[in-house]
């Protein structure tokens, strides 16, 4: 499976942006998909994920009620819509797929889109 982010941009506090997740390989629907980000000099940020089999969504507190995930299987693409951006919210922004069942590490990942939010 090969995966690419893309939406990135700049935009400014308080706006919104839809990042796409596009995937290739048949198999992709049956995935869970996550989002994360990566700003400067900090760790990867786990920000979301939703299931293949029942479309169950999951947020990090950060992002709980700003960011919504969803999915189009039959476009095979997956997408983050960020709204109320904050500066905080910059950062490279990269998608995954396929979590392994115990180290929840995912073997999938697309290239990252950058996000710039300005004040």
């Known amino acids: 499976v090969q995966l690419q982010a893309c939406g990135g941009g700049l935009v400014q506090a308080g706006g919104s942006l839809r990042l796409s997740c596009a995937a290739s390989?048949?198999?992709?629907?049956?995935?869970?998909v996550g989002w994360f980000r990566q700003a400067p000099g900090k760790e990867r940020e786990f920000l979301a994920r939703?299931?293949?089999?029942?479309?169950?969504?999951y947020y990090a507190d950060s992002v709980k009620g700003r960011f919504t995930i969803s999915r189009d299987n039959a476009r095979n693409t997956v997408y983050l819509q960020m709204n109320s951006l904050k500066p905080e919210d910059t950062a490279v922004y990269y998608c995954?797929?396929?979590?392994?069942?115990?180290?929840?590490?995912?073997?999938?990942w697309g290239q990252g889109t950058q996000v710039t939010v300005s004040s």
């Open positions: 995954a797929a396929d979590p392994d069942r115990i180290s929840l590490r995912y073997r999938y």
């Open positions: 390989g048949r198999t992709f629907s049956t995935y869970t």
């Open positions: 939703i299931r293949s089999s029942n479309g169950d969504t």
